[in-house]
Nanobody, 115 residues
């Protein structure tokens, strides 16, 4: 059974920073592609960033240069450092663990960017 638990969301002013963390259980973390997605009401869930088991990263154009994804294979955790936050970054952020043929999601954490 794979479980993902996100933490670190909250309310921040424009230009501020937040760090999201995702802790996972199970033995497949080290081979999985880990990702952060976000979703706002009425819109599809979109990829924010992902990272392979080898550390290769991929970012949505809208967050390049502002967000950084990282992983710790020893601790089975993945983090998303979010800087220079904008109101349009407001969303529920979800952690995703992806292995061939299967994907797992966390429960989501709310990020609100507002003055």
């Amino acid at each position: 059974q794979v479980q993902l638990v996100e933490s670190g969301g909250g309310l921040v002013q424009p230009g501020g920073s937040l760090r999201l963390s995702c802790e996972t259980s199970g033995s497949i973390f080290s081979i999985a592609v880990m990702g952060w997605y976000r979703q706002t009401p009425g819109k599809e869930r979109e990829l924010v960033a992902d990272i392979t088991s080898g550390g290769s990263t991929n970012y949505a154009d809208s967050v390049k240069g502002r967000f950084t994804i990282s992983r710790d294979n020893a601790k089975n955790t993945v983090a998303l450092q979010m800087n220079s936050l904008k109101p349009e970054d407001t969303a529920v952020y979800y952690c995703n663990l992806n292995i061939p043929g299967r994907g797992f999601w966390g429960q989501g954490t709310q990020v609100t960017v507002s003055s």
